[in-house]
Each structure stands twice: as C-alpha cells, then as structure tokens.
RNA sequence: GGCGACGUGGUGAAGUGGUUCAACACGGAGGUCUGCAAAACCUCUAUUCACCGGUUCGAAUCCGGUCGUCGCCUCCA
C-alpha cells in the first residue's frame, strides 16, 4: 500500500508517485511576515507538517519549501507606521514564526526562503511571460499576466473566467489593466515603497509570482507536491500555475492539497473577522502546546474544524491519558518472561496506523489504531502480564509511531530535569512519609505537587509522577 | 447570482452498499483496584446516521428533492 492523496485539480484520488522515485519535492505556501500568525494559518503548516513526517517516517527521501513572503502592502504599511525597513519587519515576524513553529513542534523546512532574496527568478520568469505574450506592461511600470492567453485558467477554482464577478474594489485597485480579471505580475514603483532595479524595470513583485520562482528554485519546474489552505486556490494558486506553465510549458504540481478552515465561532478564523487566537498568547496563558498540536492536527485536514476551549480541554485529556501510559510503562517492573503475543499487538496497531494515514492521511483513523493499542497496553500493565523487556519494547513502538505525530512527552536523558523547582525535594520528602505510613503528610505533599503541576500516583512500584499539561 | 464542501450520540469525530455499520477521543453513570486518592481496567451512555421520496434482496453509505451550516468568486493558511 502507499500513500494515496486527494488533489484539489483533479479531484481524484491518487497513489504518490514521486516524479524522482524515492524522493518528494513538497512546497508549502508559508507565513506572510507582517505580524504574527494566528492559530488558523498553523493548522495549514502542521498538516503539511504531518505530510512531511509521514513520508519520512515511510523511509522516503522528502524535500520541504515553505516560502516567507517578506514584501508585500501589508509589510510595506506596518514597516511605514512602525518607522523600519521592510527587512528589519520581516524578520521580527520571521522569528517570532519560527518561535511558534518550534512551540507546535513543526519540522523545520528544509528551505524557507525569502521572497526578496529571490527577486532575480521572478524576473526571469516576468520576462519570458512578456516575450511570450503572456503578460502585458501598463503605463506606470506595472505587468500583468494576460488571463485571456491562458485557457486552462479558472480549472483548479472550478471558476469560469467570464463569469467572475469585477468588484470596485478590483477595478480601482488595478486601473490600467486591459482586463480587470488579469492579475499583478510586477508592480510599478511608487513614493515610500520598496523598489528594484531590474531588467524589467523598477518596482516590486506581485504575490503570485514568488511562489513560481522560489519553489522552481528549490525544486525545479514540476515538483510534487504543493499545500496551502482552501483560501489560496483562488487566485494565488490559480494565478501560480497559469503563470508558471506558461513560461515553462511543462506541468507544475502533480497534487494539489488544501486544508479546510479552521472556524471560531462557526466562522473562519482571519484577521479581517477578528476571531484570531495567536500560538504565543495561547501558551503564554498556559496552554499545552502538545494538547494545541493535538488539537490542530486530530481531524482530518480537508474536514472544517471548529476551536474552542471544549476542544482544547478534550486535546489535553487525550494527551494526558497518553502520558499516563508512557509514565506507566518507564516506572513499570517486572521480572517474568516477555509475553509472546504483545507484538501481535503492536504489529495490529502500525498496520491500522498505516492503511488510516495512506488514506489520504486520515489521521483520526490513525489515532483510533494508536489508542486502541493504549487501552490493550494498559490493560495489561494493569495484569502486569508483559515482561519488563516488552515494556521497554512497547514504548519505543509508541515513539516510533509519534515520530508521524510529534504529540509525545519529550524523552528526557534525565527526567528529573522537567521536574519544577523543589518538586525533587518534595517527592523525596513524601517517598520518606510513605515509608513510614504517614498517610497525613503523604497527603500534603501529595497536594503540594499537584499544586505546581506534578501529578503523582502511587502504583506498586512506587510512586510515579508525571507532569500535567492543564489548560490554565 | 455562480461554484464547492458539509449535516452521524451530551461534545468532537471515523465509517461512503451487507460479514460487530455505528471506530476512536472527550464528557457522564456505576463498579474493580487503592490507607485515601489518582491513573488504569470493566460495564453502561446513537436499534440510529438533518428531513422527504426513490433505487436495491439490503443504504448512514447510491440517486432526486427540501431545509440548514460553512467556504470561494482577486487581503486571506
């Protein structure tokens, strides 16, 4: 069995066939840097994320582009009001990005390149559109891309170009385009913006086009696989493949994935609505990051998925039941011989684990193999009827499969090191009042440790202790 | 107005013609274990899949209609 995805264009469901077998080329629409990012435009990188870790995690080879537009209205108003350049904007919002990412535990990309450092490729692209008579100058400087000399265009959005609708706003935004349907290739320098000078003349570059040059750049003219949200197939992606074909004459994605929305408040969570809820306020305000991982990637990325405290509280008890496990199994002694039959177990669990992700990466099916396991594993912890050996075996399986999930604890060299500050001395103290049964003063510590988020249980081997991850 | 997605229990959500088809998670009730807890385990918590009609030996699953929700139609992940 292998992977099979549902592209956008076609709508088909189909097998992945790496162009370079072995190998897949992945191009993630990333972050604009203008200011931080909320937790909708982070459910559409962490399911390119988990697409990334499931392929790698399959053994193929896999080469992940996720573009950071540094230059566009947006970063060229909010550096204007703020009194900074551009660049210095872009990379305040660039770290903070990557702060974030790293919080949901997002691989790193491979390349994330920036679109003002790739300014050249664009321009290369513009002008074999312009001498090919895909693209038209208009008085103050600017290029647009003629739609009319595209007919394949409108087939990703499923939009017939005659009937899209001229806004005032389109109109008046592009004034001077023989189609208000055609779109922004290069923009015509003005007073107080950022400008280039290029073989094409000064200004600056349109949205769509960096997408072409930077993932052409990284990953050649065809390329594999492309993600983004449901909101950029039109016009972004619409506009990238019109382009982009037309100045290579070859195909430029293969599969076509869009995430659906993430909704707050039955709407979809943007800026321009105000239901934004951001990575960093939420953690700061003590959200487990695991449990917003969890909560961000458990249902399947073209399902609409709704956020709110309900789903957030259900994410962090999923993750606490599997902590509760993996603490179970570290503390968990016992000397007999390894139960034969606990690797029918695990082999069960990957095998459903696998056929869920192959299709078309249904992760609640996949998380429904994995917790069917944690209930078996548990059951049997609660028998102690696996050895010490299977034990140990059993949650390297649990990590192998979380190298897909990224939802586990960390694996401390020494545990102890996650612990706060004085809880070391107060598990001593309560271990020593439970020696001599002192069950008052067992209590108070016990109390006194849950009060600074250590929750700790007494099993036959001793008392064991696990951080919590509570909302709050 | 055009195009598209969706509607499953208290909640989130798998399942797209029949062999457990109503997973899994959260929540709730009872029980076991425990010094007490916690965790865990066990039992129960949708004879039913928005509504109506049709196809079929058989439908949550296919077809038609109705109602409702959401999204896209040049800011957008």
New binding site residues.
Partial sequence: MTLRLRDTLT?AVRPLEPLEPGHVRIYS?G??VYGP?HI??F???LFADLLVRYLRYRGLRVTWVMNITDV???IIRGASEAGVTIAEMATTWLERFQGDATALRMTQPDVLPRATEHIDGMVGLIQTLLDAGHAYRTDDGSIFFR?ASWPAYGRL????PS?????E??EA?EYGKTD????ALWKGPKPGEPSWDTAIGAGRPG?HIECSAMSMAYLGPSFDIHT?????????HEDEIAQSEAATGEPFVRTWLH?????LG????????GNISRVMDLLEAGVSARALRYALIS??Y?????YSE??L???T??I??LD??VA?LEAYREEREDAVDLDAVLVAARSGFEA?LD?DL?V??A??AV??M??EL??R??DRAISTGNATRALAFLRDLDAVLGILPDQADNPSDDLPAGARELLDAREAA?AGRD??A??RL?DELLAIGV?????RDGQRWRRLEAVR
Wanted: proline residues 2%; contains cysteine; charged residues 30%.
């Fill in positions: 709508g629409c972050p604009t990012a909708g435009n459910r559409s990188f566009d209205d947006k739609i959005a499923r939009l017939d009937q899209l609708r001229t806004t706003r389109v935004d208000a349907r055609d779109f949205w983004g949200g449901v909101d950029l197939i039109f016009p972004h995430c659906a929305h993430l909704r039955g709407a979809k969570m943007a800026k321009s609505v249902v399947h073209r399902q609409g998925l709704e309900a789903s509280d259900a994410a008890a999923a606490e039941r509760a496990l179970g869920a299709d249904n609640s099916a998380l429904a917790f069917a944690v209930r548990n059951r912890l609660a439970r069950w008052s067992s209590d016990r929750a700790v249980e007494d099993t």
